[in-house]
T-cell receptor, first 112, second 109 residues
Framework: NAGVTQTPKFRVLKTGQSMTLLCAQD?????MYWYRQDPGMGLRLIHY???????AKGEVPDGYNVSRLKKQNFLLGLESAAPSQTSVYFC???????????FGSGTRLTVV | GEDVEQSLFLSVREGDSSVINCTYT??????LYWYKQEPGAGLQLLTY?????DMKQDQRLTVLLNKKDKHLSLRIADTQTGDSAIYFC?????????FGGGTRLMVKP
């Protein structure tokens, strides 16, 4: 009963470094999402995927890339980290776009 | 894009009812949702309402939907200290959910 698992849980990066956040779900969900959560701004959608091999841009995609090579995994990449990308990142999955999402516990990223 | 708006903060006493309000803009949303986020955790789906319903009750939770005014509310009866959290409303728009900024509920003993 793992649900949605995010790794790592915490990370500190220096400006310009790159990293990949991993999201894995074991519910055979088609849809997967990456959000960022910033104080006072709620959750904003970065990228999403409606199935294996597909990706699409959300509200705030700049500076991020994603890949969905396997149905159960959705990777979020930061090519050259900037302090503005300091945030808490949440991954979510759903069976259908109308169904409620299952969220991971988040990755707290600090870029210094 | 759509804007979903919520007040930032609500404080109630233990045992009182809490009412958290939300306004949304996309009249084509088929479902509207309420999520709860406890400190250091992800969002947890609390309840949802289909757009052709006016009200949905689930134990201590009552959701009211006013489609004409695009207004959604969540009432928590007999609020407990364990209900202290951030509550997010969300609407579905196409292939994604759009979330409000969240309402922080503080329950005083």
């Amino acid at each position: 009963n793992a649900g949605v698992t995010q790794t790592p849980k915490f990370r500190v990066l220096k400006t310009g470094q790159s990293m990949t956040l991993l999201c894995a779900q074991d519910m055979n969900h088609e849809y997967m999402y990456w959000y960022r959560q910033d104080p006072g701004m709620g959750l904003r959608l970065i990228h999403y995927s409606v199935g294996e091999g597909t990706t699409a841009k959300g509200e705030v995609p700049d500076g991020y890339n994603v890949s969905r090579l396997k149905k159960q995994n959705f990777l979020l990449g930061l090519e050259s980290a900037a302090p503005s990308q300091t945030s808490v990142y949440f991954c979510a999955s759903s069976e259908d776009s109308n169904y409620g999402y299952t969220f991971g516990s988040g990755t707290r990223l600090t870029v210094v | 894009g759509e804007d979903v708006e919520q007040s930032l903060f609500l404080s109630v006493r233990e045992g009182d009812s809490s009412v958290i309000n939300c306004t949304y803009t996309d009249s084509s949303s088929t479902y509207l949702y309420w999520y709860k986020q406890e400190p250091g955790a992800g969002l947890q789906l609390l309840t949802y309402i289909f757009s052709n319903m006016d009200m949905k009750q689930d134990q201590r939770l009552t959701v009211l939907l006013n489609k004409k005014d695009k207004h959604l509310s969540l009432r928590i009866a007999d609020t407990q200290t364990g209900d202290s959290a951030i509550y997010f409303c969300a609407e579905n728009a196409g292939n994604m959910l759009t979330f409000g900024g969240g309402t922080r509920l503080m329950v005083k003993p």
